[in-house]
C-alpha cells in the first residue's frame, strides 16, 4: 500500500505516506465549496507534475555531474467545467546552474519525459518553461 486518505469532515482529508508516516492534508478549493485553507486534490496533481519533473531531472544531472540545488518551479493550474476537470497546467522552472546547451537538452527532454507527464490525460495542455541562469 502507498498511501493512507482519511475524510476527516468539512471537505477535508488527510494524506499518509504509509512507509515514512509523513502527512499532508487537503481541502476543497473555495471555487468548489471549500475553504481552500490547503492544498486541493486538483492542485496536489498539478505540483506532483513539476516535482516528478525536478526530481528525474534531478537524477539526470546527477549522472551527468550537474546540480541543480536550488531550483524552483512554479506551478498554475487551469480548471474547466462540465465536466469539472484540470484543462491546463503551466509550469516555469527557475533553474540556477549553469549548463551547457547540450546538458539542457538532456535535461529539459528528461524533465519532460517523468512518469507523472505521461501519466496525465493527454487533453491537458502542459505549458512548461524553463528559465536557466544566464551566463
Known sequence: ????????????????????????????PIDNNGLGQAFSPT??????????????MGIKARDIGVDLSG????????????PRRI???EVEFELP???SEKNKAILERTANTCPVHY???PEIEKIVTFNWIKE
Not at 6 to 26: A, P
Not at 43 to 56: E, Y
Not at 71 to 82: E, G, L, P, Y
Open 119 to 121: 501519466s496525465l490525460h
Open 1 to 28: 500500500m502507498t498511501s493512507k486518505v482519511t475524510y476527516t469532515g468539512e471537505l477535508r482529508t488527510t494524506c499518509q505516506h504509509v512507509r515514512s508516516g509523513n502527512e499532508f492534508i487537503t481541502d476543497a
Open 43 to 56: 492542485d496536489t496533481v498539478a505540483t506532483g507534475l513539476a516535482s516528478c519533473m525536478l526530481t528525474v
Open 97 to 99: 546552474a549553469l549548463v
Open 87 to 89: 484543462s491546463k497546467i
Open 71 to 82: 531550483s524552483t518551479a512554479n506551478v498554475t493550474k487551469h480548471m474547466a467545467s462540465d
